[in-house]
């Protein structure tokens, strides 16, 4: 396809020694840029691709790649290098699952485009580490599913911000029961809506990050099981069972940390947990919109496992 030396270069830019005769390391990176499908006669993305597979190697990770890995990463390598078609295939293959993705959230087509340019600018940007997320991911058959991913929190995010009355972990806690139902546990909902605030938080910064991640996907951004389990690679049954777990784990450690912070009798212990198990399914989606570790910030990283 191109006159240069790929297996030298390959070895220039770090690959570890491989146990394949020049010659037919060379035919495999090859086969690798053949399969990329370049939309271009420079050389450029394909030098660059064979950097990045010489990064893979060194790491430990798959190099030898064809199909549609292939392809992501050679798209990746084709937009970071400025190439017109690449770019045009991000938009086209790729960017297009934004819409869909975001659909459920009823925003108006401003907002949706301006969600799709914020994720072409986070894939194509370089962190301050130096590092390109499109690269970073590409290869692996999941671009896709990175995408919706990014989307969907950044939608989020932006409902965040312009929602006029942020629903907080006590304004949730105030609804897990009509007042009129109990006058007493109302005075209790609203007495210890700030512990509660507190002992949720905990409890969320507790989860593992892929279980925090898989939550706020299912029950924020509205994926359905289906969805999520493509994301990560696994089966549905697998993410029903992380689910019932993650559930579990958060109604257990908010009560652990009720128990350590509030003086109260175990009659009225009692009567908050029941509320708080009786709503916990309907109150965790408006729950965690409120409540983000330091670590999610970045964004929900479908390879976090």
């Known amino acids: 396809m191109f006159g240069t030396p790929w297996a030298d270069l390959f070895v220039e830019r770090g690959g570890p020694s491989v146990d394949l005769e020049r010659s037919d390391l060379e ?41 549609e890995p292939a392809q992501e990463l050679g798209l990746a390598c084709g937009c970071v290098a400025g190439e017109r078609l690449a770019l045009a295939r991000l938009d086209d293959r790729y960017l297009a699952v934004v819409r869909p993705a975001v659909a459920h959230m009823s925003l108006g087509a401003a907002a949706v485009d301006e969600i799709r340019h914020e994720v072409r600018r986070k894939l194509l940007v370089p962190d301050p580490a130096g590092e390109i997320k499109l690269v970073r991911y590409a290869g692996r058959g999941q671009l896709r599913g990175l995408v919706k991913v990014v989307a969907v929190r950044i939608a ?32 209790l909902k609203a007495h210890y809506r700030e512990a509660f605030r507190a002992a949720f938080a905990r409890a969320v910064g507790g989860l593992e990050r892929r279980d925090r991640n898989i939550l706020r ?13 493509k994301i990560y690679g696994v089966h549905r049954s ?55 570790a330091p670590e999610d910030e970045d964004e929900l990283d479908p390879s976090a496992r």
């Open 217 to 229: 996907l299912h029950l924020v951004g509205g994926m359905t099981l289906e969805d999520v389990a």
């Open 156 to 187: 989020l995010d932006r409902l965040r911000r312009d929602r006029a009355e942020p629903t907080g972990a006590g304004e949730e806690l105030e609804r897990l029961a009509s007042p009129v139902d109990d006058p007493e546990l109302h005075f």
């Open 238 to 292: 697998t993410v029903v069972r992380g689910l019932h777990r993650t559930r579990k784990h958060l109604f257990t450690a908010t009560r652990n940390a009720l128990r350590e912070d509030l003086d109260i009798d175990r009659d009225d212990f009692d009567s908050v947990m029941g509320l708080i198990r009786s709503r916990l399914d309907v109150s965790l989606g408006p729950l965690l919109r409120t409540v983000t």
């Open 27 to 67: 035919a495999r990176l090859r086969a690798v840029i053949g399969a990329a499908s370049f939309e271009s006669a420079s050389e450029v993305p394909a030098a660059a691709l064979v950097a990045e597979l010489a990064r893979r190697a060194a790491a430990g990770e798959p190099w030898q790649l064809d199909g």
